[in-house]
């Protein structure tokens, strides 16, 4: 028994028998070492995540997306800071959270943190995946890098991770230094509670530029001109930020119920609108973010009257801020696999000719 | 011996057109196969099914022994791909768009240094190697591609069009260097081509591949016999002659080697022979006594095989 278990712990986990006695012989014949084991050598899905992450940092593209972001966030941590001390009330309820005011607050006709990242998140995502496969097509380098032993999958996998990685990066730093500079400026540092709320807030807005950056990669399969995919792209996200909420305002005033229709019908048109909004990748985003940020939202849809008596005015737990914002969270995952899946559809099976 | 590449019964429909129509063919190891065809004949789609790069409508594909439809990672292992109109990573220099390339091959680092060094003195463009690709002429591109090909130390590499475009001084050279590479590796090499005299030159067997169907294939010798005439050597004759031509002809026809004497037209002979027979035939006639002004002997290569092809089918249609 002892005999077997030490004749395992030679077997490397890649199966193959490495005795101390000849280790120093394989590793003098490196020829077969290389063939037998391939020791340290990256599988190819790295080596093309490290090729793409290199790709978009020496671009102009993320350079110019960084600065529009960067500025942008300057300009709301300015006004976070400058309406800092109109937001924080003594008698306020939530005073305990005044840190996460500086991602909510606005004024002065500028918006604030979570407004910026909900409208420049997806022209970020947007621009990172708008041209991940087509213009491979358009260089010919397509047809030559998948006649290299890989996956497709893992070709497209790793394009969505390199830029998913990049947006991560970018996100997380500027958050980080958001609260970095808040600190310095108002000298209260961060409660543990309030950390968590912006570490997942940092999540789900990275979640958020995940489903416009799939969107983009899933364009980038089906138009073969990265013009046009960037211009679809581009027209969806107008649609939803402009138009959708136009459309559901003209249902809204159509379906509208009398004023002396029954209170239950009022709640139920009032959900109805809400849900229709809903369908907003954006809406969801900012469902989201603002109960993760303002602990005092206590429901996304109307509460009645009675709902509302008797209850404690005080900031939700959270456990309870996630709990409320669980289905928003899974809607965005969710929109995020479908687009993956369509593009994965459409380009697993698909003829690779050159140009 | 199992072929390198085995196709049987390979078909490729694109709705109800047939881009490839029952394509049966096998090629050995250590063979220069050239395909040949005019464009859209189905060339590209066969060779693009050869590395499941494209899924057959039906029949199979094996390409060293594995099926490349169901199993395409384990041939790209062993199989180099050079496609039509190669293109590289512009912001990338020769050299680390072939470091690409071993990584994703999975060569070490070490390895991988030695093959890309040796293959850029080979293709002779160690001195543009760290030069940006963009910089590249087409055919620097191309012997780039044929590097990139055989970074991976491949069994068999399959080239598609890789004469295009490139001038007559630039395609020698190339054609030269595959030749060379592929003896040197003992490769199998598959080339497409609708240049036919470019290819005639290095090709151990070509495959005429028009309308998704493989006409014939051999040597470029055999096909001549096959498609032009019986005669491998045929020589042509205009001569003046005072009397009847009855007497030169039966001279002719007993010389060793010819088979055939036919008069065209006033004065112009055809002479079918087996043989190189052009100087025994100006001697005959000159003896009988006729005046010899012109004679010429004729051998067929590619594109008389071609040409003489096309028409045939178009006669054909037309008397159809």
């Not at chain 2, 090629?27 to 395909?35: C, D, H, M, S, T």
């Amino acid at each position: 028994m002892k005999l077997l278990s030490q004749a395992r712990s030679y077997l490397s986990p890649s199966g193959t028998l490495t005795l101390p006695w000849v280790q120093e012989k394989v590793a003098t014949n490196k020829t077969f070492a290389q063939k037998e084991t391939k020791p340290n050598i990256p599988s190819p899905f790295w080596v093309i995540v490290q090729k793409e992450i290199a790709d978009h940092i020496h671009s102009w593209r993320l350079i110019i997306l960084v600065a529009i972001i960067t500025l942008a966030c300057a300009g709301s941590l300015i006004t976070g800071l400058m309406h800092f001390k109109d937001t924080v009330k003594p008698s306020d309820p939530e005073d305990a959270f005044f840190f996460l005011k500086l991602f909510t607050a606005s004024g002065n006709g500028l918006p604030s943190f979570i407004v910026f990242i909900s409208f420049l998140g997806p022209l970020l995502g947007i621009g990172l995946g708008f041209d991940a496969i087509n213009s491979e097509q358009n260089r010919g380098t397509l047809a030559r890098i998948l006649s290299q032993p890989i996956f497709r999958d893992q070709w497209l996998n790793a394009k969505f991770l390199a830029s998913l990685l990049v947006v991560a990066v970018l996100i997380g730093s500027l958050t980080v230094l958001f609260m970095g500079i808040g600190i310095l400026r108002i000298g209260i540092p961060p409660t543990v509670e309030e950390v968590m709320r912006i570490i997942i807030f940092t999540l789900v807005s990275i979640c958020y530029i995940g489903f416009w950056l799939n969107l983009s990669l899933l364009f980038s399969v089906k138009f073969r001109q990265a013009a046009t995919s960037a211009l679809a792209c581009i027209a969806v996200w107008l649609f939803f930020t402009v138009f959708y909420g136009i459309v559901v305002n003209l249902i809204a005033n159509v379906l509208a119920p009398s004023e002396f229709a029954h209170p239950h019908q009022l709640v139920r048109y009032q959900e109805f609108i809400i849900n229709l909004l809903r369908v907003m990748p954006s809406q969801l985003y900012s469902d989201a973010t603002t109960t993760l940020l303002m602990p005092n939202v206590r429901s996304l849809g109307p509460l009645t009257q009675e709902q509302i008596v008797g209850t404690i005015p005080s900031p939700l737990p959270l456990g309870q801020s996630l709990m409320l914002v669980w289905a928003q969270l899974t809607c965005l995952i969710a929109a995020t696999v479908v687009c993956f899946g369509l593009a994965y559809y459409s380009f697993m099976r698909r003829e690779i000719r050159s140009r | 011996m199992q072929a390198v590449i085995q196709l049987d019964n390979l078909t490729k429909h694109y709705g109800d057109f047939k881009a490839v129509d029952g394509l049966n063919l096998q090629i050995q190891k250590g063979e220069v196969f050239g395909l040949l065809g005019p464009n859209g004949a189905g060339k590209s789609t066969t060779i693009l099914m050869m590395l499941g790069l494209t899924e057959p409508s039906s029949g199979l594909v094996h390409v060293c022994g594995l099926n490349a439809t169901t199993n395409p990672k384990a041939v790209k292992e062993k199989v180099g791909y050079l496609p039509e109109d190669v293109g590289f990573y512009d912001d990338l220099s020769g050299w680390e768009n072939l470091m690409f390339t071993a990584r994703l091959n999975r060569i070490a680092e070490e390895e991988a240094r030695n093959r890309i060094e040796d293959l850029l003195k080979k293709t002779s463009l160690e001195k543009a190697a760290h030069q940006k690709v963009r910089t590249y002429s087409r055919g620097m591109r191309q012997r780039l591609g044929l590097a990139d090909v055989l970074v991976k130390n491949p069994e068999v590499i399959i080239l598609d069009e890789p004469t295009l475009g490139i001038d007559p001084k630039g395609v020698k050279e190339l054609l030269d260097l595959i030749v060379e590479l592929s003896r040197e590796k003992g490769l199998t090499v598959l080339l497409s081509s609708h240049h036919l005299h470019q290819v005639q030159q290095i090709c151990t067997r070509v495959g005429l591949f028009v309308q998704g169907k493989l006409l014939a294939s051999g040597s470029v010798d055999e096909l001549a016999a096959e498609l032009i005439s019986k005669h491998l050597v045929q020589i042509e004759a205009r001569i003046t002659q005072p009397q009847s031509t009855a007497n030169l002809e039966a001279e002719l026809l007993q010389l060793e080697g010819v088979d055939d004497v036919k008069i065209l037209s006033k004065g112009l002979l055809y002479i079918g022979c087996s043989k190189d027979t052009s100087a025994e035939v100006a001697r005959a006639i000159v003896e009988a006594g006729a005046s010899l002004h012109h004679l010429s002997k004729k051998t067929y290569g590619l594109d008389d095989i071609y040409q003489r092809y096309f028409e045939e089918r178009k006669t054909k249609e037309v008397g159809a």
